[in-house]
């Protein structure tokens, strides 16, 4: 003959409904809910920022040639199709991705004045050095154009695939 355990409802094992153990375990789930959410948000939140802090519009113009700041040598071409001119063999150049064109100002910031110039989005520019200056889209990195007529040129990285190592890449001005 089987024997059978009873359990009596007032039982610390039991999941009765209004018992100590019940309440805890509601008490725990409910916890673990709010934290799973809120990691969930963070998550979401995340990685929204990355892709937008990454990402080149989806309708950049031109054929991306490479997502770093390069020795301009390496490039095919300007991004068009055309010849690349460049100072001389230690030259660093990245391509402009914007839906539009790019404005030039005359210092690291968006406060800095337009030289009345822009870059053009799918181009090959060559670029002197990287300094800090107002924060476009979670990007606080300014580019100066390689010396020209003019004087200072500077163009936000946000716009510019130069990738991560451009401060070790690219000299500080």
């Known amino acids: 003959m089987k024997k059978f ?3 009596s409802s007032h039982s610390e094992d039991s999941t009765v409904p209004g018992s100590k153990s019940a309440i805890a375990e509601a008490q725990n789930d409910k ?10 948000a963070v998550s979401i939140v995340g990685a929204t920022l990355s892709v937008t802090m990454m990402a080149a519009p989806a309708n950049a113009a031109g054929t991306k040639l490479s ?25 660093k150049c990245a391509q402009v991705y914007t839906n539009n064109n790019l404005n030039i100002r005359r210092g690291p910031g ?14 090959v520019y060559e670029f002197d050095c990287w300094t800090t200056g107002t924060w476009v889209d979670g990007d606080n990195i300014w580019l100066k154009l390689y010396p020209g007529a ?24």
């Open 5 to 7: 355990r009873l359990f």
């Open 110 to 123: 968006t406060g800095y004045a337009l030289t009345g110039s822009m870059l053009s989005s799918g181009r």
């Open 67 to 91: 997502s770093n700041i390069q020795y301009c040598r390496q490039f095919p071409h300007n991004g068009w199709g055309g010849q690349l001119y460049y100072s001389d063999g230690g030259s």
């Open 150 to 173: 003019g004087g200072a040129q500077y163009v936000s990285d946000r716009y510019v695939y130069t990738g991560p190592n451009i401060t070790s890449f690219l000299p500080h001005c």
């Open 31 to 40: 916890a673990r809910r709010r934290r799973f959410r809120a990691l969930t």
